[in-house]
């Protein structure tokens, strides 16, 4: 497995490139199975996850053509399997996403139970209720979970999610789109992957209304088309080279992002001392002010509030700030692993349930550590880049999960990092 060597304690510079986002490219690479026509999706970022998905659309018999790294061509017109497989869906929950597709224009679908990760159990119950509300029957056979449609097409129907739901939401969507009748989606997530999905699935032909809203209402139609769509920026690989800018005391121009999608996460870094200036609709400025970073509370919440995908990048940047702050997360159980990697680099942090108290400011010292998921793996970095000497992060193959070409950005930028190969590794520095 491959690793990282950072040599920290170097002020970063520069102009940083944002990729396309992860979280928005895997639904919508899943709504190409909606179609027999061809969709073209622009915009993908090269990572592991994403990968991931198009074989997994190959499998089920979906042609996939990359004229360019980034653009991908699919036509679902001869899908003939239905079942995303164990192998599958245990390397990449997000696999559940082909279940509202399958069911919605075939009628029958058999997406392997996803197994937990390091950050949480991550259920779905609340997807198969949601599509036993439109008229599916669900069942758990060994392992898997079995949808049909008894008539051959869902119902539309008021779907009310008792708990805020990303993926849950865009299964429903995506299910919905074909389903006869209208469906109404209550307590709906927001996040700008949720109304990405929404163009995308409007462009071919879909009619949804109230896209990043609590409530959104879709009308079925019989058929959708083909459509092109540019995937939008990474909201999270934005907040976390901000923080890459503010943890080393650099000044970074971020470009082709979206700062309207990050409103909370730069409100809150704006408010611990980082300068941020939105210097056009899809570029900033990040460099540290002359004072000190200040300690600040963050509790995570769904869109539009801080996101838990930021909460470990966050944290990173607490133990260099003068004071104690409270970093509470709601979202997820154990999400909270980076802290004890964080702790062996010299932090102070202490957790007691849902909430990690760190005192700043200590001075990091590098050390071997290892990644647990992907969020904690890129906390790692960024202390890895302030702290003083060599940090060694073994299992990087979380970080390229989510973050394309982070090695080669983050050296454009004056950083001394370098990836040790494992051989076998996926070669994600293209
Ligand atoms: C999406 O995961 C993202 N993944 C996650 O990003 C992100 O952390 C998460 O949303 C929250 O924003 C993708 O979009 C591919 P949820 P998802 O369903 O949809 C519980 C990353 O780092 N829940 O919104 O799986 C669940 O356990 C990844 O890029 C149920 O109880 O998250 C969690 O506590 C990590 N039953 C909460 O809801 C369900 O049926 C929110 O989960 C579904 C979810």
Do not use: W
Not at 178 to 196: F, M, Q
Not at 295 to 315: K, L, N
């Amino acid at each position: 497995m491959d690793k990282f060597l950072i040599r920290g304690g170097r002020p970063l510079s520069g102009t940083v490139k944002i990729s396309g986002a992860k979280n928005s490219a895997l639904p919508c690479l899943a709504a190409t199975l909606l179609t027999p026509e061809t969709v073209t999706l622009r915009n993908i970022p090269y990572v592991k996850d994403l990968i991931t998905q198009r074989r997994l659309l190959e499998d089920l018999g979906a042609t996939v053509l990359t004229p360019e790294l980034r653009t991908h061509v699919v036509n679902a017109k001869n899908v003939d399997t239905f079942e995303a497989p164990y192998e599958l869906v245990r390397t990449m929950r997000a696999s559940v996403l082909a279940l509202g597709p399958l069911l919605a224009r075939f009628g029958k679908a058999k997406v392997s139970l996803p197994g937990g990760c390091a950050i949480g159990t991550r259920p779905i119950d609340l997807h198969l209720r949601a599509f036993e509300a439109l008229g599916a029957n669900v069942s758990l056979e060994s392992g898997d979970v079995v949808a049909t449609a008894p008539k051959g097409r869902l119902v539309g129907a008021e779907i009310a999610f008792e708990k805020v739901t990303v993926t849950g939401t865009e299964n429903v969507m995506m299910a919905a789109s074909l389903a006869e009748g209208t469906t109404v989606i209550r307590n709906a997530a927001r996040e700008p992957e949720i109304e990405d999905l929404a163009d995308l699935l409007n462009k071919m032909g879909a009619k949804i209304s109230g896209a990043g809203s609590e409530t959104m209402t879709i009308e079925g139609v019989e058929a959708l088309s083909g459509a092109e769509h540019d995937i939008i920026a990474d909201r999270i690989e934005t907040g976390t080279f901000i923080v890459a800018a503010a943890i080393t005391g650099g000044e970074l121009e971020i470009v082709d992002c979206r700062p309207d999608h990050l409103t909370a996460v730069i409100a809150k870094l704006r408010e611990v001392g980082v300068i941020i200036e939105e210097t056009s609709p899809t570029s900033l400025h990040v460099q540290l002010g002359l004072a000190p970073l200040v300690a600040r509370d963050v509790t995570t919440e769904p869109h539009p509030d801080f996101p838990t995908d930021m909460q470990a990048q966050y944290m990173a940047l607490m133990t260099q700030a003068e004071g104690v702050s409270h970093v509470t997360e709601t979202i997820f159980e154990n999400r909270f692993m980076h802290a004890s990697e964080l702790v062996r680099m010299g932090a102070d942090i202490h957790i007691t349930g849902n909430t990690a108290t760190v005192r700043g400011k200590t001075k990091l010292n590098g050390a071997p550590v290892i990644a647990s998921d992907l969020r904690a793996s890129a906390s790692l970095v960024l202390a890895g880049l302030c702290a003083e000497g060599e940090t060694l992060i073994q299992r990087v193959y979380h970080i390229d999960r989510g973050y394309e070409t982070i090695v080669r950005k983050l050296r454009s930028v004056g950083a001394d990092i370098e990836r040790i190969k494992d051989e076998q590794a996926f070669n994600a520095d293209v």
